[in-house]
């Protein structure tokens, strides 16, 4: 099994507050893992780890075996981040706005290639022209997911792509990420939607107040269970 994104007994604390507690996390070549957890669990301290933007208290973040924290911009190469809101240049086009995002990665890519990710990554053809000013958030998430492809990102970071999306988008939003990890892109996806995590991962994390607590395999609980078993966790 090849790992391509682990925590190592990751750590963060700010002042006597601990973000993120001893993450232990191995994601072989095309899982897709969710993260749960209230606000304030550490969902995004984790993505800020492995995106090299913090830096540990102890342990190790790495993608494809690099350390996220003794080399930001060698780990950078290897993942795409989508946050919640996609950063787009609103008065340029999608297709502009793909260029310029493969350019900053080191790629260029011909008008036809970049239509051909845009198409690819579920963005209608008649929009690809158009300002990113007038798209939906699913457009713009489309787009940023074009990106992480024109760039062959091995790893994707999502911290809450379904929020705010709605049914159509946010299952058009599943399905393109089940294409992705089938062609070998591993995924790890903060997330406060319950149904869509059971929908498209392998494995399920349950994170409280900076602690993993367990980890559901996802074919073993409907979403109604998985449901059950989380707001149990955030009783106790
Ligand atoms: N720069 C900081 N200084 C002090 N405390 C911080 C800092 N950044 C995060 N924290 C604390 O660390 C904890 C974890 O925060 P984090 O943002 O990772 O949670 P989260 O699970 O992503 O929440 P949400 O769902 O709201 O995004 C919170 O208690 C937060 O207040």
Redesign the pocket.
Known sequence: MQIILEAEGLSKT?GE?T?LNALHLKLSKGEIFSLL?P???????TINLFLGFIQPSAGAARINGVDASKDPVGVKQHLAYIPEQVMLYQNLSGRENLSLLSALAGFEYSQSALDQFLVEAGLQADAINKRVGSYSKGMRQKVGIAAAVAKNAKVLLLDEPTSGLDPKASNEFSELLLRLSAAGTTIFM?THDIFRAREVSQRIGI?KA?SLIDEINAAKLNAGELEQLYLDYMKG
Do not use: I, P, W
């Not at 606000?39 to 301290?45: L, P, V």
């Open positions: 700010y507050k973000a957890g606000n304030g669990a550490g969902k995004s301290t903060a994170m900076g």
